[in-house]
């Protein structure tokens, strides 16, 4: 008894090894010995049914590579076709009897008629060789091209795959090999499409070198006349072309279908019905067509007529084969709605928090809805692109919804749930502010601007231009709201920064600077270290835009210290020219300096604890230096409100003062580029008691 699970051709191994092998030295022997005739019909026979098994697989077949050996395939049964044709040839010429096979060709098949044989003879040749041959050629041609040429990026693809952990190692061997054998076997392809189309060619020497050869030897031989050669020769070799041509157009047809086969979940049958017969608006079209032939065509009617009605049945069961699919599938979808209705309710997505997110009310709808004209959407996509350039931090998808809670007009903006701005917008009106240059007082509805906390001024489309022209700055709701994000994501641009982000950060710049991120992280620092260096600089406006230059800053330094606020620094002092330019106005640098009392106060003061750096000032210490701070900002003319200390107390001055002066850029002079030219307008000097 067979093992249970072993196939026929498992438990064949062994034996059809030794078959091939018998079978091509017999290939070899039919060239050179000569074969009986019922031996001779035995192979036609089995040659006819070998390439009506080819064909059949071939249209069964999803895949190229189920059948990987026809390359080597078409070798073997066209070296077969041609031994048989040689063997046939020596038979004809020598006996005139080269089995029954053949004469029944000869005399059935073309009905005793060498004329009508050579006509079908020589239809068959021009169908395989210029049709079917010379299209799967170039088929296979291409497909071998194609298939070499995207080689690099489907390995660039999988080993993507696997960097991301969406495969493991053996299904990644698993398709590199998939890839090696496609590239094989096209290739092979290319070149096994020559033996087809050589079979044709050599089909038809071979019927001429016949004919010429049975009319001599019929002629000069054995003494027959013209017509007596001609009529048992000719219909010899008209069969004998045939019983070879046939099987030969098969296999070609094989071949056109495996090279024109793409992959696929079914086999050619499948796919043909399917596809082709899956519209019933086609199939009513194409009906009616055909019977419109038979009625007003002036051709027979009976057979269009009759095509026509069969189209309309065919396309009415599909129609109704299609209804009865989407009955089914809303009952599947309806059940599974129930399923979901009964089983306990599911809570865990109500625990996740957006990054970022935005709540309009209704009347803000229309600035979202682009059918309505709104390009918020695409706003914030710039927004969020102008934030990665100048920022160089990766926004996460700001989420949009409406809310029923809010003021018509209202929208609020959140951070992690938190809410961080809010404000309203006039939708059909246009918001007025004063820069500065205003000539003439213009009336509307009065406001604050959310962004900047500038008085402004809602007027309507009617008095745009007359705003405009009295020197008002006039912008639209959309970039009102657009401007007012924009704020608040540099504001808490720090806080949007995550673990998640910065190894994103990270596994970016390894791409390009893999040796100083190897070196930094894990061994120096870790992600969090790094995150809370990129926070610090975040916090105070200053980009993270210049990785490399940060992370070998950190690579350099955290062998000496790993307290985050002194990397930080570090990290400043490096980015120094950046800084200095962000400030700067016209090539000038305009800063506030702070006296040496101060200082001496503020590095007293300086506590480290296992929390960081803290500043135990005496309150109303504090209080003096927070009003000689808003007096020296109030006395000077700015650009930017800036104020230079030294760098033991920078970081030190800035966390007392980000709270009551939240806009106060406090530099150290180590962070001032030597090639800045400084304008120091004023001194906060310390006032001593009274």
């Given at each position: ?191 096994a499409a020559k033996f087809v189309k050589g079979d044709a060619i050599a089909g038809i020497i071979i019927l001429v070198i016949d004919l010429l050869g049975g009319l001599a030897i019929g002629m000069f031989q054995k003494g027959m006349d013209l017509t007596g050669a001609l009529s048992r020769y000719a219909l010899l070799t008209v069969g004998d072309g045939l019983v070879s041509q ?161 003021n018509p007009d209202e929208y609020v903006v959140k951070i992690k749930g938190i809410q961080v701005g809010r404000g309203e917008l006039m939708v059909n009106h246009y918001l007025a502010m004063d820069a500065g240059g205003v000539t003439e007082q213009i009336t509307g509805i009065p406001t604050t601007e959310p962004a900047f906390g500038l008085k402004a001024l809602w007027v309507d ?131 506030l300096t702070l006296s040496p009392e101060w200082e001496e106060v503020i590095a007293d003061a300086l506590q480290h604890t296992d929390r960081g750096l803290t500043v135990a000032l005496d309150p109303r210490v504090l209080q003096q230096l927070f009003g000689v701070l808003g007096q020296a900002l109030e006395e000077h003319v700015l650009p930017y409100p800036v104020i230079v200390v ?45």
């Amino acid at each position: 008894m067979p093992r249970a699970g072993v196939t026929f051709t498992q438990r064949m191994g062994p034996i059809s090894d030794l078959v091939v092998v018998l079978a091509v030295v017999l290939v070899v022997v039919m060239m050179v010995l000569p074969l009986p005739p019922f031996l001779l019909d035995l192979l036609l026979a089995i040659n006819i049914s070998l390439s009506l098994l080819i064909l059949l697989l071939a249209m069964n077949i999803k895949g190229a590579l189920e059948i990987s050996i026809f390359p080597s395939l078409l070798l073997i049964t066209t070296l077969f076709r041609l031994a048989l044709s040689v063997s046939s040839t020596r038979l004809i010429l020598l006996t005139g009897n080269p089995g029954r096979i053949i004469i029944a060709f000869g005399d059935f098949v073309v009905g005793g008629n060498y004329v009508v044989g050579f006509v079908i003879f020589l239809i068959l040749v021009v169908v395989q060789f210029i049709v079917i041959t010379k299209g799967s050629e170039r088929v296979a041609e291409v497909a071998a091209r194609f298939t070499l040429d995207a080689m690099p990026g489907k390995q660039m693809s999988i080993d993507a795959d696997l960097n991301a952990g969406l495969i493991s190692e053996s299904e990644a061997r698993q398709r590199r090999q998939l890839i090696a054998r496609e590239a094989d076997f096209y290739g092979a392809m290319d070149g096994a499409a020559k033996f087809v189309k050589g079979d044709a060619i050599a089909g038809i020497i071979i019927l001429v070198i016949d004919l010429l050869g049975g009319l001599a030897i019929g002629m000069f031989q054995k003494g027959m006349d013209l017509t007596g050669a001609l009529s048992r020769y000719a219909l010899l070799t008209v069969g004998d072309g045939l019983v070879s041509q046939i099987p030969a157009l098969l296999i070609s047809t094989a071949t056109g279908i495996v090279v024109t086969r793409g992959a696929s979940e079914n086999n050619l049958g499948a796919d043909f019905t399917r596809q082709l017969f899956s519209q019933y608006r086609v199939l009513v079209t194409a009906g009616v067509a055909v019977a419109a032939f038979g009625l007003f065509g002036g051709l027979p009617k009976l057979p269009f007529i009759a095509l026509g009605a069969s189209l309309g049945g065919l396309a009415f069961a599909v129609r109704r084969a299609e209804k009865g699919q989407e009955i089914e599938e809303e009952t599947v979808a309806e059940q599974q709605r129930l399923e979901e209705a009964r089983k306990p309710e599911s809570v865990a997505s109500l625990l996740q928090v957006d990054p970022i997110e935005m709540e309009i009310g209704y009347s803000l709808i229309p600035l979202v809805d682009e059918s309505q004209g709104g390009d918020l959407l695409d706003r914030i996509s710039m927004i969020r692109r102008q934030c990665a350039i100048e920022l160089g931090v990766l926004v996460p998808v700001i989420r949009i919804r409406d809310n029923l809670q809010l003021n018509p007009d209202e929208y609020v903006v959140k951070i992690k749930g938190i809410q961080v701005g809010r404000g309203e917008l006039m939708v059909n009106h246009y918001l007025a502010m004063d820069a500065g240059g205003v000539t003439e007082q213009i009336t509307g509805i009065p406001t604050t601007e959310p962004a900047f906390g500038l008085k402004a001024l809602w007027v309507d489309a009617a008095a745009r231009e007359r705003a405009e022209y009295a020197g008002y700055t006039v912008v639209d709701p959309p970039a009102v709201l657009a401007t007012h994000l924009t704020e608040i994501i540099r504001t808490h641009a720090h806080e949007l920064l995550g673990r998640q982000e910065v190894k994103a950060l990270l596994d970016s710049a390894r791409e390009s600077y893999s040796a100083v991120v190897d070196e930094l992280v894990p061994e120096l620092l870790t992600v969090g270290e790094v995150q809370k260096v990129l926070q610090n600089l975040l916090r105070e406006g200053v980009p993270i835009r210049n990785l490399v230059t940060i992370l070998e800053t950190l690579a350099d330094m955290a062998p000496v210290t790993r307290d985050v606020d002194y990397l930080t620094e570090y990290v400043r002092e490096a980015l120094g020219r950046q800084i200095s330019q962000i400030y700067q106005e016209n090539g000038v640098l305009t800063v506030l300096t702070l006296s040496p009392e101060w200082e001496e106060v503020i590095a007293d003061a300086l506590q480290h604890t296992d929390r960081g750096l803290t500043v135990a000032l005496d309150p109303r210490v504090l209080q003096q230096l927070f009003g000689v701070l808003g007096q020296a900002l109030e006395e000077h003319v700015l650009p930017y409100p800036v104020i230079v200390v030294s760098p033991q107390i920078r970081m030190a001055l800035k966390r007392l003062t980000e709270r009551a002066l939240p806009r106060l850029v406090v530099l150290s002079y180590n962070e001032i580029s030597p090639d800045v030219q400084v304008n120091a307008v004023g001194t906060v000097m310390w006032k001593h008691a009274s």
